[in-house]
């Protein structure tokens, strides 16, 4: 049941791929909350993912773009407020990519040309749809924008490689266009720091089940999932949080916090003691 937070709003979500998609759930949730949107993923994933399908759901135009191409982001936003009928009011980036994940480049052996990619498909894209934006005048006054991060911009986390530098370059972005966008436009700027989430991109992270069960253990209230994302990420399109940009917004059970909990504690122990059994006989 929706609560009519984002009645009248118009906006724009980039990344959505299948129902695994946080930026799938946020689409849905914006739509039920009385928006209008349209949805932009690659030409590629726009042809033979499900986005389709999603767009006909939620009656949301899908425009195929590049995200790392100025002009297809041009298009994005001209095509947007043409479809929608005026500026936009809300915007996510969902957004990353690693061909040094994907093809098992340890860190301390990056293919720099894989980096390159990594950082201008996961972090660069966002500082263009925030300067096209910008430049177009395209985004209303208290509008928001949000980009999806993770605390390894913050912490090592092993498997996680070069998105970490990605996600920490992604979050700079933020502060620094953020101060920019909210003087000038009155626009805010935000990251949100998620759970590690089950979603087709996060699947290729080294260890991902085990960085979840861990994560779970250590938060005292457990994982944050998609559907919760998509809740938080409607509150911050509201204009209930008009006066939040800048910021790097943890939402993951209170994980980021936790140096190390009960429960994590009780499975360490455990571990020894099996190991002290083994070692009787």
Known sequence: MGFDLLKGKRGIIFGALNDMSIAWKVAERAVEEGAQITLSN?????????????????????????????????N?????????????????????????VRKKRVYHDLDYNYLNKTLDISAISFHKVLQVGFKMDAI????????????AAQRTFYGYNDMADAKALLESIARSFGYIYGRERKVRVNTISQSPTVTTAGS??????????????????????????????????????????????????????????????????????????????
């Open 42 to 74: 690659t030409p590629v994933a726009c042809r033979m993912g499900e986005v389709v399908d999603l767009g006909k759901k939620l009656n949301a135009e899908i425009i195929p773009a590049d995200a790392t191409n100025v002009a297809d982001l041009e």
């Open 76 to 100: 994005v936003f001209a095509k947007s407020m043409e479809v929608l009928g005026g500026k936009i009011d809300f915007v996510l980036h969902s957004i990353g990519m690693s061909l040094n």
């Open 140 to 151: 209303s006054e208290w509008g928001s924008v949000m980009a999806l991060s993770y605390v």
């Open 204 to 281: 290729g992270v080294k260890g991902i089940d085990g960085l979840i069960d861990f994560s779970e253990r250590m938060s005292p209230l457990g994982n944050a999932d998609a559907m919760d994302c998509a809740n938080y990420c409607i509150t911050m399109f509201s204009d209930l949080t008009r006066k939040v940009t800048m910021q790097n917004l943890f939402h993951d059970g209170g994980f980021s916090n936790v140096g190390m909990s009960l429960r994590a504690m009780t499975q360490y122990n455990k571990s020894f003691e099996q190991n002290d059994l083994k070692d009787m006989y």
